[in-house]
């Protein structure tokens, strides 16, 4: 049975939103199942599937579609960014975040170039958890304070595209015209998280807040 609807933990926002639904990719038992019992007590939270090894992850998404998926940085002994960059080249709608108790700023920065929106250590509590899943929803991406500097999240920033993919292009000439997610979703041919996904991504690289101060920005830089 599907989760009910619920009130999206964003502040100032009053929408009613879907359930968070998260999968976990994680070679623990132990950690998968306290991860679902976790869900299980949170209203807006849905544990929508695990798996243990790496080779199970993109069936697991292509299956149960989530909006974040916990990536382990080490599955079957080895590290697993080179599995995140092929998660999110092929799966680019789903958050990942990687879900580790390795903690250091080099780590931090592969995983950002690999394509993750977050880092969170596992000696966190699992009672924040939580919120940091809702953190990801409304804000794009959670990085553990304690390893992402400022000047390391500046600095991979600052190595985003300053072109516009195909799809991008497509979406923001659409967001020009007015139309809102679920109307680009349709003439775009992808899902909705997938319009979010790209959306949320163009303001945080072009750092603005609004869809019309997007649209502006890249008008004045020709891009559109």
Not at 4 to 10: T, V
Not at 98 to 105: D, P, Q, R, S, V
């Amino acid at each position: 049975m599907r989760a009910p609807r619920c009130i999206c933990a964003c502040p100032g926002r009053g929408e009613v939103t879907p359930p968070i639904r998260f999968c976990v990719v994680d070679d623990h038992d132990i950690v998968l199942l306290g991860l679902e019992a976790m869900a299980s007590r949170e209203p807006d939270l849905e544990f929508c599937g695990g798996a243990s090894q790496a080779g199970e992850a993109a069936d697991l998404l292509r299956r149960e579609q989530p909006e974040i998926l916990l990536l382990d940085l080490r599955l079957d002994g080895e590290n697993s960014i080179p599995l995140c960059a092929e998660l999110h080249s092929e799966f680019p709608e789903v958050s990942i975040v990687m879900f580790t108790a390795f903690g250091n700023e080099d780590l931090l920065a592969a995983a950002i170039r690999a394509g993750a929106v977050g880092y969170i250590l596992k000696d966190s509590s699992t009672a924040g958890l939580p919120d940091r899943l809702r953190t990801i929803r409304c804000d794009g991406s959670h990085f553990d304070p304690r390893i992402a500097s400022q000047a390391l999240l500046t600095a991979m920033g600052s190595a985003a595209p300053q072109t516009l993919s195909d799809r991008e292009l497509a979406i923001v000439r659409f967001i020009a015209e007015g139309y809102d997610n679920h109307e680009i979703a349709a003439e775009v041919h992808v899902s909705v998280h997938t319009v979010k996904f790209h959306v949320g991504a163009l303001l945080r690289r072009y750092e603005v807040k609004r869809r019309s101060e997007l649209v502006r920005v890249l008008m004045e830089r020709q891009l559109l």
